[in-house]
């Protein structure tokens, strides 16, 4: 059984420059989140989607992040115009449909962005 | 605002010795407190929960505390041994499903042989 995976692990980029992370979701898994933590923060939720509709955006941080989920699986953020303050490692997290109940999420090894 | 807190960012226990993790809160809305363990170069995995309903969650070596009214919990672990040195969230959610959890910053947990 394969738990999330996420790609690339490490990603260097030049300011300004675009950026695509994935995540590809354990079998199943109708919800998935992303997160992001820069250094000596804790993980700061970004998106989270249920099925490809992603009823809270609410912790993009501007308009050049953006995120998509197609098919009910694999999901791709996509950072434009890279600055400084975006470094961080990025976290995607997926978890079963649950009306109620504590919601465990299953995490991926992430993505460490460096924008140069 | 941070609604989630750990005060410590670090914590060094000897080995067979108890380890206190702790956590405060802000919102009264949050349902469900989650703990998870991070190493590093890894994502961080699920280590034990508690809903508001309990004070009490025990699951081996580890047992999470909660007190409602003063909005805090904590997190024991004994003994401790040197493989639980790693980086520790406290982590809740509200009463629906599939809510993003609202993280802590973390504590480093140095467990010394």
């Known amino acids: 059984g394969a738990g999330v995976s996420q790609s690339p692990s490490n990603k260097v980029t030049e300011k300004g420059k675009d950026v695509e992370l994935r995540c590809d979701p354990i079998s199943g898994h109708t919800a998935l989140y992303w997160y992001r933590q820069s250094l000596g923060q804790g993980l700061e939720f970004l998106i989270y989607f249920q099925g490809n509709s992603a009823p809270d955006k609410s912790g993009l941080p501007s308009d050049r992040f953006s995120a998509e989920r197609t098919g009910g699986s694999v999901s791709t953020l996509t950072i434009q115009r890279t600055q400084q303050e975006d470094s961080a490692v990025y976290l995607c997290?997926?978890?079963?449909?649950?009306?109620?109940?504590?919601?465990?999420?299953?995490f991926g090894p992430g993505t460490r962005l460096t924008v140069l | 605002d941070q609604q989630v807190k750990q005060n410590s960012p670090s914590l060094s226990v000897q080995e067979g010795r108890i380890s206190i993790l702790n956590c405060d809160y802000t919102n009264s809305m949050f349902d469900y407190f989650l703990w998870y363990k991070k190493y590093p170069a890894e994502g961080p995995t699920f280590l034990i929960s508690i809903s508001s309903i309990k004070d009490k969650n025990e699951d081996g070596r580890f047992t999470v505390f909660l007190n409602k009214s003063a909005k805090h919990l904590s997190l024991h672990i004994v003994p401790s041994q040197p493989g639980d040195s790693a980086v520790y969230f406290c982590a809740a959610h509200g009463d629906s499903g599939n809510t993003p959890l609202v993280f802590g910053k973390g504590t480093r947990l140095s467990v010394i042989a």
């Open positions: 997290a997926s978890s079963w449909l649950a009306g109620a109940g504590y919601n465990e999420q299953f």
